[in-house]
């Protein structure tokens, strides 16, 4: 990852300033602090260095120096900041608050984190952090929340095969809460998912066995079991800690396919498998049921083609943010899982 230019820091902790004014919890500072930073990282006190989340600990002893007048010990830029407008999280490690900021209208992902915990936090009240308060700043075009900073390190791969049962219950008592629905694959991704898919095929050189059996699956067109999702349940959105979890980052939380959220996990576990069969005991074999449906399998597939489809969008801003190395990974691992999962040979 690239070092964030200074004048990035200047603006990022101006928007934490404008935050902390607006704010009725967050005490306000009237010293300068002077914040090192380095990388997508910025911090003024040990505190703050320490706060920041593992995979993200920044080269020391850092690059370069901002001050500013605001409480927040650390800062984390987004891994994706190629925006016009600065996406962050900010860190108060004495009361345990974190804020995350960010722009977008309606598809902001501050916005959609508050919406989901409203729904989840009566059903599953410990599977997602505290909000305290949310808001906006600059004209309502930035909003964010304060939320509660959880003590724990990313699930590992090999933690994952453990996790999965207890994850996928807790989610299955949120699904149940709010309900579940049934729709289309195509009122799921829309009309154009099977273009895009043809796309993605020409560009990585797809053999033909598996974009075969791609296209039959996608040609039935069956049920889907729709409900509150996370969106984006990787291993380093799961925090372990005292033989607890809890997820975070809930930007991408929305009402989609429930067996969508075990496909990023999936690509991770060695034995598929014996995963699956513990992913529908967990939802208690209500996903793919119904003779119109799509099987769990299925539908864990068609959610790792989606992700696949949009590989062009994807490795554009990858090549921005020079990520181009880690996407092409995770599409290998993809790639794989998809094959057993068609059991494509």
């Given at each position: 990852?690239?070092?964030?230019?200074?004048?990035?820091?200047?603006?990022?902790?101006?928007?934490?300033?404008?935050?902390?004014?607006?704010?009725?919890?967050?005490?306000?500072?009237?010293?300068?602090?002077?914040?090192?930073?380095?990388?997508?990282?910025?911090?003024?006190?040990?505190?703050?260095?320490?706060?920041?989340?593992?995979?993200?600990?920044?080269?020391?002893?850092?690059?370069?120096?901002?001050?500013?007048?605001?409480?927040?010990?650390?800062?984390?830029?987004?891994?994706?900041?190629?925006?016009?407008?600065?996406?962050?999280?900010?860190?108060?490690?004495?009361?345990?608050?974190?804020?995350?900021?960010?722009?977008?209208?309606?598809?902001?992902?501050?916005?959609?984190?508050?919406?989901?915990?409203?729904?989840?936090?009566?059903?599953?009240?410990?599977?997602?952090?505290?909000?305290?308060?949310?808001?906006?700043?600059?004209?309502?075009?930035?909003?964010?929340?304060?939320?509660?900073?959880?003590?724990?390190?990313?699930?590992?791969?090999?933690?994952?095969?453990?996790?999965?049962?207890?994850?996928?219950?807790?989610?299955?008592?949120?699904?149940?809460?709010?309900?579940?629905?049934?729709?289309?694959?195509?009122?799921?991704v829309g009309t154009g998912y099977q273009w895009r898919w043809k796309k993605f095929v020409r560009a990585i050189e797809l053999e033909p066995r598996t974009d075969k059996a791609v296209q039959e699956l996608i040609a039935r067109n069956e049920q889907l079991?729709?409900?509150?999702?996370?969106?984006?349940?990787?291993?380093?959105?799961?925090?372990?800690?005292?033989?607890?979890?809890?997820?975070?980052?809930?930007?991408?939380?929305?009402?989609?396919?429930?067996?969508?959220?075990?496909?990023?996990?999936?690509?991770?576990?060695?034995?598929?498998?014996?995963?699956?069969?513990?992913?529908?005991?967990?939802?208690?074999?209500?996903?793919?049921?119904?003779?119109?449906?799509?099987?769990?399998?299925?539908?864990?597939?068609?959610?790792?083609?989606?992700?696949?489809?949009?590989?062009?969008?994807?490795?554009?801003?990858?090549?921005?943010?020079?990520?181009?190395?880690?996407?092409?990974?995770?599409?290998?691992?993809?790639?794989?899982?998809?094959?057993?999962?068609?059991?494509?040979?």
């Amino acid at each position: 990852m690239p070092n964030i230019k200074p004048e990035r820091w200047v603006t990022a902790l101006q928007r934490v300033s404008e935050i902390e004014r607006k704010s009725s919890i967050l005490k306000r500072r009237f010293r300068r602090q002077k914040f090192t930073f380095s990388r997508r990282s910025a911090w003024a006190t040990p505190a703050g260095l320490a706060v920041l989340p593992a995979d993200q600990q920044p080269e020391l002893p850092g690059l370069g120096h901002v001050h500013k007048r605001i409480s927040a010990e650390s800062i984390l830029i987004g891994k994706f900041d190629v925006e016009t407008e600065v996406r962050l999280r900010a860190f108060y490690p004495e009361n345990n608050l974190s804020v995350r900021y960010q722009t977008g209208g309606d598809r902001n992902g501050v916005i959609r984190t508050v919406k989901a915990h409203n729904l989840v936090h009566p059903h599953a009240p410990n599977l997602m952090p505290a909000v305290f308060e949310h808001g906006t700043i600059r004209d309502n075009t930035g909003a964010y929340l304060i939320e509660a900073t959880l003590q724990g390190e990313p699930a590992t791969r090999q933690q994952l095969q453990e996790l999965i049962p207890p994850l996928a219950a807790q989610l299955h008592h949120v699904h149940q809460g709010v309900g579940i629905k049934s729709k289309s694959l195509v009122n799921v991704v829309g009309t154009g998912y099977q273009w895009r898919w043809k796309k993605f095929v020409r560009a990585i050189e797809l053999e033909p066995r598996t974009d075969k059996a791609v296209q039959e699956l996608i040609a039935r067109n069956e049920q889907l079991e729709v409900s509150l999702t996370h969106g984006d349940l990787v291993g380093s959105n799961i925090l372990v800690s005292d033989n607890d979890f809890v997820l975070v980052d809930w930007e991408f939380a929305g009402f989609k396919p429930v067996a969508f959220d075990m496909a990023k996990l999936i690509i991770n576990v060695s034995d598929v498998e014996s995963t699956l069969e513990q992913i529908q005991r967990s939802f208690n074999g209500s996903v793919g049921a119904e003779h119109s449906h799509y099987s769990l399998r299925e539908q864990i597939a068609l959610a790792i083609v989606l992700t696949l489809s949009w590989y062009s969008n994807h490795a554009a801003k990858a090549a921005i943010a020079r990520r181009m190395n880690a996407l092409n990974r995770q599409t290998t691992k993809r790639v794989n899982a998809l094959k057993q999962l068609l059991r494509v040979r």
